[in-house]
């Protein structure tokens, strides 16, 4: 059997982050295993509140992982504190973690920002170039080339950009771009 890691937050209404990650790999038939940055609280409507973990706490929750059940696959979500971010990027180059799925989780779909600059900045730095395959949302990939994304040939050029920049496969989605 297959295994994977999320690191992401946990989605206390289950729909998103660590719960949904979860869902798909069971699903697909992969054993899954997951790091948690924060908790939240928050439901269809909106995130209420967020709680980090430490980097020391994720570390260990990482070194405990890659040192049992290495993951064939790791899914990185939701990390919006750039010392956490600093941690996972070590540790995935600490175990030489392979197929990494990068969701940078930046802005939400309603166009909401959901972690500082300099967050967004150490994950473009730190992560992105570890990454096999990026998958931002509209918003996000309109964030990492810096203008208006109003069709798919635009999504697809976005694409194209964000994969020579980073030099990884990228799935732009989302939307309701036709």
Do not use: W
């Not at 980090?52 to 049992?68: R, V, Y």
């Amino acid at each position: 059997m297959k295994t994977a890691i999320t690191i992401a937050g946990s989605d206390s209404s289950g729909g998103a982050g660590i719960q949904a990650d979860i869902k798909t790999m069971i699903t697909n038939g992969v054993y899954a295993m997951s790091a948690i940055t924060a908790l939240t609280a928050q439901n269809t409507t909106g995130v209420t509140s967020i709680l980090n973990a430490t980097p020391e706490f994720l570390g260990q929750e990482l070194d405990s992982i890659f040192t049992d059940i290495y993951p064939d696959a790791v899914k990185i979500g939701m990390v919006s504190d750039k010392e956490l971010i600093k941690v996972i990027a070590a540790k995935l180059r600490q175990y030489e973690a392979k197929n990494i799925v990068v969701d940078p989780v930046m802005v939400a779909t309603s166009g909401a920002k959901l972690i500082s600059d300099d967050a967004a900045d150490t994950l473009k730095e730190e992560l992105f170039p570890l990454a096999s395959v990026l998958t931002p949302n509209i918003p996000e990939a309109e964030e990492l080339i810096g203008r208006k994304i109003t069709s798919a040939e635009e999504m697809i050029d976005a694409a194209k950009e964000i994969s020579e920049k980073y030099h990884c496969a990228v799935l732009c989605k989302g939307g309701d771009i036709t």
